[in-house]
């Protein structure tokens, strides 16, 4: 039986919100007791609105940040526990797309260049001639042309810049890829053809991906479980389809029904929840976090913080389940 290429045990991250004097007024927890596992070739998608702590994991997993409690492990060894030269073998592994390609490329570098770099960095080739090459055959493979080597950044359309983000991911072979929404900025009809290339890479070269986005939708498609996040919680996880055709929880259920329907005349208007706002993470509910927006709150929610709990991939955060 295979083990997990990467797995996270109740990961937390808090920040210290402070006075413009410096006093300390408040803990932010951005993540708070994340646990999942990422199998080979698995996609793990993560969703939940704005401000539900998926960007903060996505920076602890790859250990952009420190985090505040819990352990991380790659290939069963723990992160923390490792040498530096470990380390660099994880930073070449674990590696991320960003949300937006234009602010994540050096726009003062050609892309060759930029593309290059970390192969020569690390040593994985010696020569610049090598590298090119290398480079070179990533680029047509994304979809791009070995000419696009000598162009800058803006000179490239968005989702051509996105696969330019894809190529510098996987310039240095990775086992993961982190996607961070990375379709989120594009149109719809690019949107596909970055996720369906994202596929195909991934059959190609044995990668496993954490799709991180707040379409629950569009990650039911692609994901082989989904974990739902609500103010840094997992609320949900369970395998991607069960969870799409039969949500258990609230949360998850109103993320589904908030899902804009293409043709107004299916649109099942009267089915479209009010969820509010999302509550301040500096002050977040006692009890369920999910109880001042969740139409099925009881008093017990108030009072009472559900544990998850389920059998095997399906597990629950919910008095009700
Ligand atoms: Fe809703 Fe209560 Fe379940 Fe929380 S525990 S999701 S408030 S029913």
Not at 47 to 61: H, M, P, Y
Not at 123 to 151: F, I, W, Y
Not at 265 to 274: G, I, V, Y
Request: aromatic share 4%; with cysteine; hydrophobic share 40%.
């Amino acid at each position: 039986m295979s083990i997990p290429v990467l797995e996270g045990r109740g990961l937390k991250k808090r920040y210290p919100v402070k006075t413009p004097l410096g006093r300390v007024r408040g803990v932010v927890r951005a993540v708070d007791g994340v646990t999942f596992d990422l199998m080979p070739s698995e996609i793990l998608g993560v969703v939940g609105e704005s401000g539900c702590g998926k960007s903060t994991l996505a920076r602890l997993i790859l250990c952009l940040e420190p985090f505040d409690g819990g352990q991380l492990f790659f290939m069963g060894r723990e992160v923390r526990a490792q040498r530096e030269r470990e380390m660099t073998d994880f930073r070449r592994k674990v590696q991320i797309v960003f949300q937006d390609p234009f602010s994540s490329l050096n726009p003062r570098m050609k892309v060759g260049n930029m593309l290059m770099e970390p192969l020569l960095a690390h040593r994985v080739l010696h020569s610049k001639v090598q590298a090119r090459k290398e480079v070179a055959g990533l680029l047509e493979r994304v979809g791009l042309s070995p000419q696009d080597m000598d162009r800058y950044p803006h000179q490239f359309s968005g989702g051509q810049r996105q696969r330019i983000g894809i190529a510098r991911a996987l310039v240095l072979n990775p086992l993961v890829v982190v996607a961070d929404e990375p379709t989120s900025s594009l149109d719809v009809f690019v949107q596909a053809q970055v996720v369906n290339l994202m596929l195909d890479l991934m059959e190609e070269r044995g990668l496993s991906y954490i799709f991180i986005s707040h379409n629950l939708s569009l990650v039911g498609q692609i994901a082989q479980r989904i974990m739902v996040l609500y103010l840094g919680q997992v609320m949900e996880v369970g395998p991607a389809r069960q969870l799409v055709e039969n949500p258990l929880h609230p949360y998850t259920r109103l993320l589904l029904d908030s899902v804009p329907v293409p043709d107004p005349t299916k649109a099942h208007l009267d089915r479209l929840p009010s969820l509010g706002d999302v509550p301040s993470p500096l002050n977040p509910p006692p009890g369920c976090p999910f109880h001042p927006r969740c139409p099925r709150a009881q008093e017990l929610c108030e009072r009472e913080k559900p544990t998850l709990r389920g059998r095997g991939d399906r597990q629950v955060a919910c008095h009700l389940v």
